[in-house]
Nanobody, 124 residues
């Protein structure tokens, strides 16, 4: 069974950067695709970015294209979300999720394994 743990959240000023990590345990993680999602207070959970099992297919929400980059280090069983040029609208709890099919999905319902989330707060 795969378990996911996020880290790297925090408080940052607008225009700043953060890198989130999603560390996995479990022998089959290398075959998983991983998605990052976020949820702001009073809002629905929304897709941010996803990467397939091999790392050669990535998908981004329009709102983060050109600012966020998803990547994975198979040796470390970790998926990263580099977030640059952060703005106040990026404030949310960010969660990573895994899908055993290894394919990129944008719907949170396609993912069965979730981390606990990490708070990202962007101040003006």
């Amino acid at each position: 069974q795969v378990h996911l743990v996020e880290s790297g959240g925090g408080l940052v000023q607008a225009g700043g950067s953060l890198r989130l990590s999603c560390a996995a345990s479990g022998r089959t993680f290398s075959s998983y695709s991983v998605g990052w999602f976020r949820q702001a207070p009073g809002k629905e959970r929304e897709f941010v970015a996803a990467i397939n099992w091999s790392g050669d297919t990535k998908n981004y929400a329009d709102s983060v294209k050109g600012r966020f980059t998803i990547s994975r280090d198979k040796a470390k069983a970790t998926v990263y979300l580099q977030m640059n040029s952060l703005n106040i609208e990026d404030t949310a709890v960010y969660s990573c999720a895994g899908n055993s099919a290894g394919v990129v999905y944008t719907s949170p319902g396609a993912y069965r394994t979730w981390g606990q989330g990490t708070q990202v707060t962007v101040s003006s």
